[in-house]
């Protein structure tokens, strides 16, 4: 019986739904990369964000019955991926240099 319910829940879902859910987690991903220093923390917030593209295009792929917006979602995994790898190698190497994560510390790069 709840198998069937999760199954009539998940097709009345409709493309506005779930592109609020993508806009809150990207709003929530932005917001946190604004508000926080931490670099891990930044570092995740982008990762959402990304998560919540990738959410958009599903969604307008799912609504338009077609691949390209799953095929470009895999692209964006990939992205996000060697991303991920960049950005806390160079964590490491920051916390090495100063033993610190909070970015206003490293203001000086820009110079």
Do not use: D
Not at 40 to 68: D, K, N, P, W, Y
Not at 86 to 94: D, I, Q, W
Request: hydrophobic letters at 60%; aromatic letters at 10%; a neutral charge.
């Amino acid at each position: 019986m709840t198998t069937v319910l999760a199954t009539e829940l998940l097709t009345v879902l409709t493309l506005n739904q779930y592109l609020l859910v993508s806009a809150v987690l990207f709003t929530v991903g932005l917001v946190g990369f604004l508000a926080r220093r931490n670099l891990i923390v930044m570092f995740l917030c982008t990762e959402l964000m990304f998560q919540a593209g990738a959410i958009a295009f599903i969604a307008f792929s799912r609504f338009h019955l077609e691949v390209s917006g799953q095929v470009f979602v895999i692209f964006i995994l990939t992205v996000a991926a060697a991303e991920a790898a960049l950005a806390l190698a160079l964590v490491v190497l920051l916390y090495r240099r100063k033993e610190t994560l909070n970015a206003e510390l490293w203001s000086e790069l820009r110079e």
